[in-house]
């Protein structure tokens, strides 16, 4: 059974940092794709950044600078850390994995405020 499990979210002054893990278990973690993404209120769910299975990263405009995503083979983990984080970064951030055949997972995601 596939389960992502997302941790540190929470509440944040703007311009402050955060960093989310996203455990996997049930997979061969080494061999998918990684994806952060968010959803606001009445918003579309939007993505943030991914990462390969070969460590190449991409990022969505509103971040490239302040968030970087990182994984550890070792430990089955995908990282985001998010600085100079802003009020409109404010959302349910969730993590995916893609594998190669194309299988995709969703975690429960996490709750990221940032107050004003």
């Known amino acids: 059974q596939v389960r992502l499990v997302e941790s540190g979210g929470g509440l944040v002054q703007a311009g402050g940092s955060l960093r989310l893990s996203c455990a996997a278990s049930?997979?061969?973690?080494?061999?998918?794709?990684m994806g952060w993404y968010r959803q606001a209120p009445g918003k579309q769910r939007e993505l943030v950044a991914r990462?390969?299975?070969?460590?190449?990263?991409n990022y969505a405009d509103s971040v490239k600078g302040r968030f970087t995503i990182s994984r550890d083979n070792t430990k089955n983990t995908v990282y985001l850390q998010m600085n100079s984080l802003k009020p409109e970064d404010t959302a349910v951030y969730c993590c995916?994995?893609?594998?190669?055949?194309?299988?995709?997972?969703w975690g429960q995601g996490t709750q990221v405020t940032v107050s004003s």
């Open positions: 995916n994995r893609q594998s190669p055949g194309g299988l995709m997972n």
């Open positions: 049930g997979i061969i973690f080494s061999a998918n794709d």
């Open positions: 990462i390969t299975s070969g460590g190449s990263t």
